[in-house]
Protein backbone atom coordinates (compact mmCIF):
# COMPACT_ATOMS: atom_id res chain seq x y z
CA UNK A 1 0.00 0.00 0.00
CA UNK A 2 1.37 3.53 -0.84
CA UNK A 3 -0.98 6.34 0.59
CA UNK A 4 -0.26 10.15 -0.86
CA UNK A 5 -0.93 12.89 1.59
CA UNK A 6 -2.03 16.53 0.97
CA UNK A 7 -3.04 17.94 -1.53
CA UNK A 8 -3.22 14.56 -3.55
CA UNK A 9 -4.91 12.36 -0.99
CA UNK A 10 -4.99 9.40 -2.46
CA UNK A 11 -3.84 5.62 -2.23
CA UNK A 12 -3.03 2.81 -3.73
CA UNK A 13 -3.29 -0.45 -2.33
CA UNK A 14 -2.16 -4.28 -4.29
CA UNK A 15 -1.78 -7.84 -3.71
CA UNK A 16 1.01 -8.64 -5.42
CA UNK A 17 3.32 -7.52 -8.38
CA UNK A 18 3.44 -10.33 -10.77
CA UNK A 19 2.66 -8.28 -14.35
CA UNK A 20 0.37 -9.70 -17.22
CA UNK A 21 -2.99 -10.60 -18.61
CA UNK A 22 -2.72 -13.74 -16.33
CA UNK A 23 -1.40 -11.32 -12.74
CA UNK A 24 -3.07 -12.43 -9.70
CA UNK A 25 -2.41 -9.14 -8.68
CA UNK A 26 -5.30 -6.76 -7.31
CA UNK A 27 -5.03 -3.07 -7.47
CA UNK A 28 -7.54 -0.71 -6.11
CA UNK A 29 -6.83 2.71 -6.40
CA UNK A 30 -8.47 5.56 -4.29
CA UNK A 31 -8.75 9.46 -4.38
CA UNK A 32 -10.10 12.17 -2.54
CA UNK A 33 -7.98 15.24 -4.46
CA UNK A 34 -8.57 17.87 -2.12
CA UNK A 35 -8.10 20.39 -4.79
CA UNK A 36 -9.61 20.65 -8.34
CA UNK A 37 -7.11 22.11 -10.57
CA UNK A 38 -9.34 23.14 -13.04
CA UNK A 39 -8.81 22.03 -17.43
CA UNK A 40 -7.32 18.92 -17.18
CA UNK A 41 -8.30 17.53 -14.19
CA UNK A 42 -11.73 15.88 -13.75
CA UNK A 43 -14.31 16.36 -11.07
CA UNK A 44 -13.91 13.13 -9.90
CA UNK A 45 -13.20 13.41 -5.83
CA UNK A 46 -14.19 10.23 -4.10
CA UNK A 47 -13.20 8.36 -6.94
CA UNK A 48 -12.00 4.31 -6.95
CA UNK A 49 -11.05 1.95 -9.20
CA UNK A 50 -10.45 -1.87 -9.09
CA UNK A 51 -8.40 -4.09 -11.37
CA UNK A 52 -7.80 -8.16 -11.01
CA UNK A 53 -7.48 -10.24 -14.24
CA UNK A 54 -8.54 -6.90 -16.26
CA UNK A 55 -10.16 -3.41 -15.40
CA UNK A 56 -13.30 -4.22 -13.37
CA UNK A 57 -14.26 -0.93 -12.01
CA UNK A 58 -13.11 1.99 -14.41
CA UNK A 59 -12.61 5.32 -15.07
CA UNK A 60 -14.23 5.88 -17.97
CA UNK A 61 -14.83 8.24 -20.80
CA UNK A 62 -12.99 8.87 -23.63
CA UNK A 63 -9.44 12.18 -23.65
CA UNK A 64 -8.98 12.31 -27.40
CA UNK A 65 -10.76 10.29 -30.46
CA UNK A 66 -12.88 10.66 -33.53
CA UNK A 67 -16.16 13.14 -33.53
CA UNK A 68 -15.06 15.61 -30.70
CA UNK A 69 -12.78 18.35 -29.34
CA UNK A 70 -11.21 18.66 -26.28
CA UNK A 71 -12.99 20.77 -23.76
CA UNK A 72 -16.20 20.33 -25.66
CA UNK A 73 -19.33 17.83 -26.08
CA UNK A 74 -17.52 14.51 -25.18
CA UNK A 75 -15.09 15.77 -23.13
CA UNK A 76 -16.85 18.48 -21.18
CA UNK A 77 -20.27 17.03 -20.78
CA UNK A 78 -19.26 13.43 -20.04
CA UNK A 79 -15.13 12.54 -19.90
CA UNK A 80 -14.39 15.21 -17.07
CA UNK A 81 -17.53 15.62 -15.52
CA UNK A 82 -18.61 13.40 -11.95
CA UNK A 83 -21.39 10.85 -13.87
CA UNK A 84 -17.77 9.19 -15.64
CA UNK A 85 -16.49 8.22 -12.33
CA UNK A 86 -17.15 5.97 -9.32
CA UNK A 87 -18.55 8.11 -7.07
CA UNK A 88 -21.90 9.96 -6.37
CA UNK A 89 -23.89 11.92 -8.05
CA UNK A 90 -26.45 14.93 -6.46
CA UNK A 91 -29.87 16.20 -8.04
CA UNK A 92 -31.19 18.79 -6.35
CA UNK A 93 -34.55 20.42 -7.76
CA UNK A 94 -33.94 23.36 -5.35
CA UNK A 95 -29.99 24.12 -6.79
CA UNK A 96 -30.58 24.92 -10.30
CA UNK A 97 -27.56 26.49 -11.47
CA UNK A 98 -25.54 22.63 -9.91
CA UNK A 99 -24.13 20.62 -12.52
CA UNK A 100 -26.75 18.84 -15.02
CA UNK A 101 -25.56 15.69 -14.33
CA UNK A 102 -25.58 16.31 -10.68
CA UNK A 103 -21.76 16.21 -10.11
CA UNK A 104 -19.50 17.99 -8.75
CA UNK A 105 -18.72 21.72 -8.55
CA UNK A 106 -16.56 23.60 -10.71
CA UNK A 107 -15.33 27.34 -10.89
CA UNK A 108 -15.03 28.92 -14.92
CA UNK A 109 -11.78 30.59 -13.44
CA UNK A 110 -8.39 29.14 -14.61
CA UNK A 111 -5.81 28.91 -12.12
CA UNK A 112 -2.91 31.38 -12.03
CA UNK A 113 -0.49 31.10 -9.50
CA UNK A 114 -0.05 28.82 -6.05
CA UNK A 115 -0.70 31.53 -3.88
CA UNK A 116 -3.98 31.90 -5.29
CA UNK A 117 -4.53 28.36 -5.57
CA UNK A 118 -4.22 27.39 -2.18
CA UNK A 119 -5.95 30.75 -0.50
CA UNK A 120 -9.19 30.56 -2.93
CA UNK A 121 -11.89 28.07 -1.34
CA UNK A 122 -13.02 27.57 -4.91
CA UNK A 123 -10.68 25.44 -5.60
CA UNK A 124 -11.39 23.22 -2.42
CA UNK A 125 -13.24 19.58 -3.21
CA UNK A 126 -12.64 17.62 -0.13
CA UNK A 127 -10.16 16.92 3.14
CA UNK A 128 -8.81 14.13 4.16
CA UNK A 129 -9.75 12.79 7.85
CA UNK A 130 -7.70 9.44 7.95
CA UNK A 131 -5.28 6.95 6.18
CA UNK A 132 -4.25 4.07 7.93
CA UNK A 133 -2.99 0.24 6.72
CA UNK A 134 -1.44 -2.55 8.96
CA UNK A 135 -0.29 -4.01 10.79
CA UNK A 136 2.35 -5.94 8.33
CA UNK A 137 3.90 -2.31 6.35
CA UNK A 138 4.55 -4.82 3.80
CA UNK A 139 1.86 -6.69 2.97
CA UNK A 140 -0.88 -5.02 4.92
CA UNK A 141 -4.30 -6.78 5.79
CA UNK A 142 -5.99 -3.62 5.75
CA UNK A 143 -5.70 -0.34 4.02
CA UNK A 144 -8.04 2.43 5.27
CA UNK A 145 -8.66 5.58 3.86
CA UNK A 146 -11.68 8.46 4.91
CA UNK A 147 -12.54 11.70 3.24
CA UNK A 148 -15.35 14.93 3.91
CA UNK A 149 -16.44 15.50 0.16
CA UNK A 150 -19.01 18.24 1.63
CA UNK A 151 -17.23 20.91 -0.62
CA UNK A 152 -17.69 19.09 -3.63
CA UNK A 153 -20.96 18.61 -3.68
CA UNK A 154 -22.15 22.38 -2.18
CA UNK A 155 -24.73 23.34 -1.07
CA UNK A 156 -26.45 20.15 -1.65
CA UNK A 157 -25.25 18.42 1.11
CA UNK A 158 -24.69 19.27 4.57
CA UNK A 159 -22.07 16.62 5.19
CA UNK A 160 -20.34 13.78 3.57
CA UNK A 161 -17.81 11.96 4.48
CA UNK A 162 -16.57 8.75 2.15
CA UNK A 163 -14.48 5.80 3.76
CA UNK A 164 -12.70 2.89 1.81
CA UNK A 165 -11.18 -0.27 3.10
CA UNK A 166 -9.34 -2.29 1.03
CA UNK A 167 -9.08 -5.90 2.49
CA UNK A 168 -6.08 -8.07 1.20
CA UNK A 169 -7.35 -11.70 2.67
CA UNK A 170 -4.60 -13.67 1.47
CA UNK A 171 -6.98 -16.07 -0.56
CA UNK A 172 -6.32 -18.00 -4.45
CA UNK A 173 -10.16 -17.85 -4.81
CA UNK A 174 -11.55 -14.46 -3.59
CA UNK A 175 -7.94 -12.31 -2.82
CA UNK A 176 -9.79 -9.08 -2.24
CA UNK A 177 -12.41 -6.90 -1.04
CA UNK A 178 -13.16 -3.25 -0.94
CA UNK A 179 -15.83 -1.46 0.89
CA UNK A 180 -17.27 1.98 0.47
CA UNK A 181 -19.10 3.68 3.06
CA UNK A 182 -21.04 6.96 2.49
CA UNK A 183 -22.37 8.80 5.15
CA UNK A 184 -24.43 12.07 3.73
CA UNK A 185 -27.22 14.50 4.99
CA UNK A 186 -28.94 16.10 2.12
CA UNK A 187 -30.20 19.86 1.96
CA UNK A 188 -33.28 18.92 0.38
CA UNK A 189 -35.29 15.56 0.98
CA UNK A 190 -36.29 16.12 -2.05
CA UNK A 191 -32.82 15.44 -3.83
CA UNK A 192 -31.57 12.08 -5.29
CA UNK A 193 -28.32 10.62 -4.84
CA UNK A 194 -26.73 8.38 -7.06
CA UNK A 195 -23.93 6.00 -6.30
CA UNK A 196 -21.80 5.06 -10.02
CA UNK A 197 -19.72 2.20 -10.75
CA UNK A 198 -18.64 2.04 -13.97
CA UNK A 199 -17.87 -1.35 -16.24
CA UNK A 200 -16.40 -2.45 -19.69
CA UNK A 201 -19.37 -4.70 -20.02
CA UNK A 202 -22.92 -5.24 -19.00
CA UNK A 203 -23.57 -5.53 -15.41
CA UNK A 204 -25.88 -8.51 -14.47
CA UNK A 205 -28.40 -6.91 -11.49
CA UNK A 206 -30.17 -9.26 -8.91
CA UNK A 207 -31.69 -7.47 -6.23
CA UNK A 208 -28.93 -5.99 -3.85
CA UNK A 209 -26.21 -7.75 -6.19
CA UNK A 210 -24.45 -6.30 -9.16
CA UNK A 211 -22.18 -8.59 -11.18
CA UNK A 212 -19.54 -7.36 -13.36
CA UNK A 213 -16.79 -9.42 -15.53
CA UNK A 214 -13.99 -8.50 -17.86
CA UNK A 215 -13.20 -11.60 -20.44
CA UNK A 216 -12.08 -9.72 -23.34
CA UNK A 217 -8.89 -11.55 -24.43
CA UNK A 218 -7.22 -13.16 -21.99
CA UNK A 219 -8.74 -11.32 -19.28
CA UNK A 220 -10.76 -13.64 -16.76
CA UNK A 221 -11.66 -10.73 -13.74
CA UNK A 222 -15.38 -10.38 -11.81
CA UNK A 223 -16.30 -8.26 -9.35
CA UNK A 224 -19.24 -9.13 -7.32
CA UNK A 225 -20.90 -5.71 -6.02
CA UNK A 226 -23.09 -7.11 -2.83
CA UNK A 227 -25.14 -3.64 -1.21
CA UNK A 228 -25.63 -3.62 2.13
CA UNK A 229 -27.57 -0.18 2.90
CA UNK A 230 -29.60 1.34 1.57
CA UNK A 231 -31.37 -2.31 2.79
CA UNK A 232 -32.69 -4.87 0.37
CA UNK A 233 -36.33 -3.70 0.50
CA UNK A 234 -35.03 0.09 0.20
CA UNK A 235 -32.48 -0.20 -2.85
CA UNK A 236 -33.25 0.56 -6.48
CA UNK A 237 -30.40 -0.63 -8.84
CA UNK A 238 -30.31 0.40 -12.77
CA UNK A 239 -27.91 -0.25 -15.70
CA UNK A 240 -27.38 2.60 -18.44
CA UNK A 241 -24.86 1.65 -21.34
CA UNK A 242 -24.89 -0.61 -24.18
CA UNK A 243 -24.98 0.95 -28.14
CA UNK A 244 -25.90 4.22 -28.68
CA UNK A 245 -26.08 4.62 -24.66
CA UNK A 246 -22.30 4.76 -23.51
CA UNK A 247 -22.01 7.92 -22.45
CA UNK A 248 -25.72 9.05 -21.19
CA UNK A 249 -26.36 12.37 -19.41
CA UNK A 250 -29.59 13.54 -18.88
CA UNK A 251 -30.97 11.45 -21.83
CA UNK A 252 -28.31 12.49 -24.34
CA UNK A 253 -25.51 10.10 -25.36
CA UNK A 254 -22.20 12.52 -25.42
CA UNK A 255 -20.79 9.92 -28.61
CA UNK A 256 -17.13 9.74 -29.45
CA UNK A 257 -15.40 7.45 -30.97
CA UNK A 258 -11.91 5.82 -29.91
CA UNK A 259 -9.26 6.70 -32.11
CA UNK A 260 -8.02 2.77 -32.07
CA UNK A 261 -11.31 1.09 -32.47
CA UNK A 262 -9.31 -2.54 -31.52
CA UNK A 263 -7.22 -0.93 -28.54
CA UNK A 264 -7.55 -2.15 -24.90
CA UNK A 265 -7.80 2.23 -24.40
CA UNK A 266 -10.86 1.69 -26.47
CA UNK A 267 -12.33 -1.00 -24.35
CA UNK A 268 -11.95 0.79 -21.37
CA UNK A 269 -13.32 3.91 -22.67
CA UNK A 270 -16.39 1.80 -20.97
CA UNK A 271 -19.50 1.10 -22.17
CA UNK A 272 -21.62 0.28 -18.82
CA UNK A 273 -22.45 2.12 -15.51
CA UNK A 274 -24.92 0.87 -12.44
CA UNK A 275 -26.86 3.79 -10.76
CA UNK A 276 -27.46 2.92 -6.87
CA UNK A 277 -30.21 4.69 -5.28
CA UNK A 278 -32.41 4.79 -2.18
CA UNK A 279 -36.32 4.38 -3.08
CA UNK A 280 -37.16 6.63 -0.33
CA UNK A 281 -35.70 9.48 -0.47
CA UNK A 282 -34.24 11.05 2.52
CA UNK A 283 -32.12 13.75 3.74
CA UNK A 284 -29.61 11.64 5.99
CA UNK A 285 -28.13 8.44 3.87
CA UNK A 286 -26.18 5.54 4.04
CA UNK A 287 -24.20 4.06 1.50
CA UNK A 288 -22.66 1.15 2.20
CA UNK A 289 -21.54 -1.40 -0.44
CA UNK A 290 -18.74 -4.64 -0.56
CA UNK A 291 -17.14 -5.53 -3.41
CA UNK A 292 -14.97 -9.08 -3.94
CA UNK A 293 -13.36 -10.19 -6.55
CA UNK A 294 -12.73 -13.60 -7.92
CA UNK A 295 -12.29 -15.12 -11.52
CA UNK A 296 -14.86 -14.92 -14.26
CA UNK A 297 -14.58 -19.05 -14.99
CA UNK A 298 -15.16 -19.79 -11.42
CA UNK A 299 -18.34 -21.37 -10.33
CA UNK A 300 -17.46 -21.20 -6.61
CA UNK A 301 -20.15 -19.29 -4.77
CA UNK A 302 -18.88 -15.57 -3.69
CA UNK A 303 -18.22 -15.52 0.43
CA UNK A 304 -21.08 -14.03 2.05
CA UNK A 305 -21.35 -10.71 3.78
CA UNK A 306 -22.65 -10.41 6.90
CA UNK A 307 -24.28 -7.44 8.27
CA UNK A 308 -24.03 -5.58 12.23
CA UNK A 309 -25.82 -2.71 13.09
CA UNK A 310 -26.17 -1.33 17.18
CA UNK A 311 -26.97 2.52 18.53
CA UNK A 312 -23.65 3.51 17.42
CA UNK A 313 -21.72 1.55 14.95
CA UNK A 314 -22.72 -0.55 11.85
CA UNK A 315 -20.56 -2.98 9.56
CA UNK A 316 -19.64 -6.07 7.66
CA UNK A 317 -17.78 -9.55 7.99
CA UNK A 318 -16.27 -10.90 5.46
CA UNK A 319 -14.26 -14.30 5.80
CA UNK A 320 -12.58 -13.80 8.61
CA UNK A 321 -12.33 -9.87 8.51
CA UNK A 322 -15.05 -7.64 10.59
CA UNK A 323 -14.99 -4.03 9.48
CA UNK A 324 -16.92 -1.31 11.65
CA UNK A 325 -17.72 2.50 10.67
CA UNK A 326 -19.90 5.08 13.17
CA UNK A 327 -23.49 5.99 12.20
CA UNK A 328 -22.44 9.36 12.99
CA UNK A 329 -19.93 11.32 10.96
CA UNK A 330 -16.66 12.50 13.14
CA UNK A 331 -14.78 10.88 15.12
CA UNK A 332 -16.13 8.65 18.47
CA UNK A 333 -14.90 8.82 22.14
CA UNK A 334 -17.19 7.05 23.53
CA UNK A 335 -17.50 3.24 25.11
CA UNK A 336 -18.35 1.31 21.58
CA UNK A 337 -19.61 -2.61 20.88
CA UNK A 338 -18.86 -4.26 18.12
CA UNK A 339 -19.92 -7.88 17.61
CA UNK A 340 -20.04 -11.10 15.45
CA UNK A 341 -21.36 -13.95 15.44
CA UNK A 342 -18.77 -15.93 13.28
CA UNK A 343 -18.12 -19.76 13.08
CA UNK A 344 -16.85 -20.75 16.80
CA UNK A 345 -13.76 -21.28 17.79
CA UNK A 346 -11.80 -19.68 14.71
CA UNK A 347 -9.91 -16.26 14.99
CA UNK A 348 -11.14 -13.06 13.15
CA UNK A 349 -9.43 -9.84 12.25
CA UNK A 350 -11.51 -6.69 13.36
CA UNK A 351 -10.79 -3.23 12.09
CA UNK A 352 -12.83 -0.70 14.05
CA UNK A 353 -12.53 3.35 12.04
CA UNK A 354 -13.73 6.32 13.00
CA UNK A 355 -12.11 6.58 16.57
CA UNK A 356 -10.83 9.89 18.03
CA UNK A 357 -6.99 9.76 18.20
CA UNK A 358 -5.52 8.55 21.91
CA UNK A 359 -5.94 5.40 24.11
CA UNK A 360 -8.39 2.86 23.74
CA UNK A 361 -8.87 -0.35 25.77
CA UNK A 362 -11.31 -3.23 24.10
CA UNK A 363 -12.73 -6.24 26.05
CA UNK A 364 -13.98 -8.90 25.26
CA UNK A 365 -17.43 -10.03 27.03
CA UNK A 366 -16.64 -11.79 30.42
CA UNK A 367 -13.03 -10.43 30.31
CA UNK A 368 -10.48 -7.79 31.83
CA UNK A 369 -8.49 -5.48 29.91
CA UNK A 370 -5.28 -6.12 29.12
CA UNK A 371 -3.84 -3.79 26.88
CA UNK A 372 -3.67 -0.49 25.74
CA UNK A 373 -4.81 0.67 21.44
CA UNK A 374 -2.87 3.82 20.78
CA UNK A 375 -4.94 5.12 17.83
CA UNK A 376 -2.60 7.77 16.03
CA UNK A 377 -3.41 11.16 14.79
CA UNK A 378 -4.90 11.13 11.31
CA UNK A 379 -5.17 7.18 11.84
CA UNK A 380 -8.48 6.73 13.90
CA UNK A 381 -8.61 3.10 13.63
CA UNK A 382 -7.39 0.24 15.33
CA UNK A 383 -7.04 -3.58 14.64
CA UNK A 384 -7.57 -6.80 16.68
CA UNK A 385 -7.66 -10.43 16.25
CA UNK A 386 -9.87 -12.56 18.81
CA UNK A 387 -12.58 -15.29 18.57
CA UNK A 388 -16.12 -14.56 17.61
CA UNK A 389 -18.45 -12.85 20.41
CA UNK A 390 -19.30 -8.99 21.58
CA UNK A 391 -16.46 -6.60 22.34
CA UNK A 392 -16.48 -3.01 24.28
CA UNK A 393 -14.07 -0.59 22.95
CA UNK A 394 -13.34 2.22 25.76
CA UNK A 395 -11.50 5.54 25.35
CA UNK A 396 -8.98 6.14 28.31
CA UNK A 397 -7.60 9.20 29.64
CA UNK A 398 -3.95 7.95 29.51
CA UNK A 399 -2.03 4.47 29.21
CA UNK A 400 -2.00 1.92 32.30
CA UNK A 401 -1.88 -1.69 30.38
CA UNK A 402 1.02 -2.34 27.89
CA UNK A 403 0.98 -1.76 24.32
CA UNK A 404 -1.62 -4.16 22.51
CA UNK A 405 0.28 -6.31 20.26
CA UNK A 406 0.18 -6.12 16.55
CA UNK A 407 -2.09 -8.68 14.66
CA UNK A 408 0.06 -11.35 12.71
CA UNK A 409 0.05 -11.10 9.11
CA UNK A 410 -0.86 -14.08 6.99
CA UNK A 411 2.41 -14.04 4.60
CA UNK A 412 1.70 -14.74 0.76
CA UNK A 413 4.15 -16.20 -0.88
CA UNK A 414 5.63 -13.96 -3.78
CA UNK A 415 6.83 -16.21 -6.86
CA UNK A 416 9.31 -14.53 -8.58
CA UNK A 417 10.30 -14.77 -12.43
CA UNK A 418 11.39 -13.02 -15.00
CA UNK A 419 9.77 -10.70 -18.01
CA UNK A 420 10.53 -12.07 -21.28
CA UNK A 421 9.68 -10.21 -24.48
CA UNK A 422 6.53 -9.38 -22.57
CA UNK A 423 5.73 -12.21 -21.37
CA UNK A 424 5.94 -13.27 -17.62
CA UNK A 425 7.67 -16.19 -16.44
CA UNK A 426 6.89 -17.49 -13.01
CA UNK A 427 9.60 -19.93 -11.50
CA UNK A 428 8.32 -23.56 -8.98
CA UNK A 429 11.39 -22.44 -6.82
CA UNK A 430 11.44 -19.01 -7.49
CA UNK A 431 15.19 -16.56 -8.33
CA UNK A 432 17.97 -16.59 -6.20
CA UNK A 433 19.91 -13.74 -5.36
CA UNK A 434 23.04 -12.89 -3.65
CA UNK A 435 25.06 -9.85 -3.53
CA UNK A 436 23.77 -8.13 -7.06
CA UNK A 437 23.74 -11.49 -8.32
CA UNK A 438 20.53 -12.98 -9.56
CA UNK A 439 20.48 -16.45 -10.47
CA UNK A 440 17.58 -18.32 -12.39
CA UNK A 441 16.92 -21.83 -12.88
CA UNK A 442 18.16 -23.03 -16.56
CA UNK A 443 15.66 -25.37 -17.68
CA UNK A 444 12.57 -23.38 -17.01
CA UNK A 445 14.49 -20.29 -18.10
CA UNK A 446 15.58 -22.01 -21.69
CA UNK A 447 12.38 -23.66 -21.96
CA UNK A 448 10.20 -20.22 -21.49
CA UNK A 449 12.55 -19.73 -24.70
CA UNK A 450 11.67 -22.63 -26.29
CA UNK A 451 15.14 -23.87 -26.60
CA UNK A 452 15.86 -27.74 -26.48
CA UNK A 453 17.66 -28.77 -23.42
CA UNK A 454 19.54 -32.12 -22.84
CA UNK A 455 21.92 -33.75 -19.80
CA UNK A 456 24.83 -34.86 -20.56
CA UNK A 457 25.46 -36.98 -17.41
CA UNK A 458 29.03 -38.22 -18.15
CA UNK A 459 29.93 -34.74 -18.30
CA UNK A 460 27.14 -33.04 -15.29
CA UNK A 461 26.61 -30.24 -18.21
CA UNK A 462 23.10 -29.38 -19.84
CA UNK A 463 23.91 -28.43 -23.10
CA UNK A 464 21.31 -26.62 -24.73
CA UNK A 465 20.23 -25.16 -28.62
CA UNK A 466 17.98 -22.46 -30.06
CA UNK A 467 18.57 -21.53 -33.46
CA UNK A 468 22.33 -20.84 -33.77
CA UNK A 469 22.78 -20.88 -30.23
CA UNK A 470 24.66 -23.36 -28.41
CA UNK A 471 25.36 -23.45 -24.91
CA UNK A 472 27.03 -26.15 -22.51
CA UNK A 473 26.55 -25.29 -18.89
CA UNK A 474 28.22 -27.40 -16.30
CA UNK A 475 26.48 -27.76 -13.25
CA UNK A 476 29.52 -25.85 -11.44
CA UNK A 477 32.06 -23.46 -11.98
CA UNK A 478 31.95 -19.86 -13.16
CA UNK A 479 32.39 -20.67 -17.43
CA UNK A 480 30.51 -21.86 -19.99
CA UNK A 481 30.59 -22.63 -23.90
CA UNK A 482 28.86 -20.58 -26.24
CA UNK A 483 29.23 -21.63 -29.66
CA UNK A 484 31.90 -23.72 -28.46
CA UNK A 485 33.55 -20.34 -27.00
CA UNK A 486 34.68 -20.68 -23.25
CA UNK A 487 33.06 -17.44 -21.39
CA UNK A 488 33.93 -16.50 -18.02
CA UNK A 489 30.57 -15.38 -15.70
CA UNK A 490 30.81 -12.68 -13.02
CA UNK A 491 29.65 -15.54 -10.40
CA UNK A 492 29.60 -19.69 -10.00
CA UNK A 493 26.66 -21.73 -11.04
CA UNK A 494 24.64 -22.50 -8.34
CA UNK A 495 23.15 -25.92 -8.04
CA UNK A 496 19.74 -25.81 -5.55
CA UNK A 497 17.09 -28.51 -4.92
CA UNK A 498 18.42 -30.27 -7.83
CA UNK A 499 18.60 -27.82 -10.75
CA UNK A 500 21.28 -25.69 -12.19
CA UNK A 501 20.87 -21.92 -11.20
CA UNK A 502 22.64 -19.85 -13.41
CA UNK A 503 23.77 -15.53 -12.88
CA UNK A 504 21.65 -14.02 -15.50
CA UNK A 505 24.12 -11.71 -16.63
CA UNK A 506 24.97 -14.94 -18.55
CA UNK A 507 22.64 -13.55 -21.29
CA UNK A 508 24.83 -10.46 -21.46
CA UNK A 509 27.49 -12.79 -23.55
CA UNK A 510 25.38 -14.16 -25.57
CA UNK A 511 23.00 -12.37 -28.86
CA UNK A 512 21.43 -9.26 -27.49
CA UNK A 513 19.76 -9.98 -24.32
CA UNK A 514 19.70 -7.30 -21.49
CA UNK A 515 18.41 -7.52 -18.10
CA UNK A 516 17.71 -5.40 -15.31
CA UNK A 517 16.22 -6.63 -11.24
CA UNK A 518 13.21 -4.71 -9.97
CA UNK A 519 14.15 -5.62 -6.07
CA UNK A 520 10.33 -4.86 -5.38
CA UNK A 521 8.02 -6.56 -7.88
CA UNK A 522 10.81 -9.22 -7.70
CA UNK A 523 11.47 -9.42 -11.28
CA UNK A 524 14.31 -9.84 -13.82
Known amino acids: TRMFHYPNSGMIARTGWDEGVTSNAVIAKMDFGEYWFTNHQHKDAGNFTLYYKGNLAIDSGIYQGIGGEYGEGHDANYNKATIAHNTLIIKDPNVPNAPTDGGQIGTPVLLKNLDEFIKNPEYKRSVLISQKYGDDALQPDYSYMKGDLSDAYKPRTTGFERSFVFL ?147 GITIADRAVFFSKERGALDSRLTVSIKGEEGSDYKYLVTDLKEGYWTVTKDGEQPQFTWTVGEKENALYFSGKPGTYHLSYVSEKILPDAPKVASDTVERKSGVIMDGKLVLYSEGLIKENETVFAPLRETFEAMDAQISWDADTSTALVKKDKLSLAVPAQGNSIRVNDEKITLSADIRMANNKIFIPLDLFLNIADFEYKWDSIAMIA
Open 168 to 314: NLKDEKTPSALIVYDNFTLQNANAQAKWLLHSIEEPVLTGNKAVITNTYGDYNGMLINNVVLPSKDNVRLTKIGGPGKEFMVNGVNYAMEPSYKDSVDALEAGKWRVELSSKNNEKNNKFLNVMQVKEADNSDPQLPVYYFDNEKML
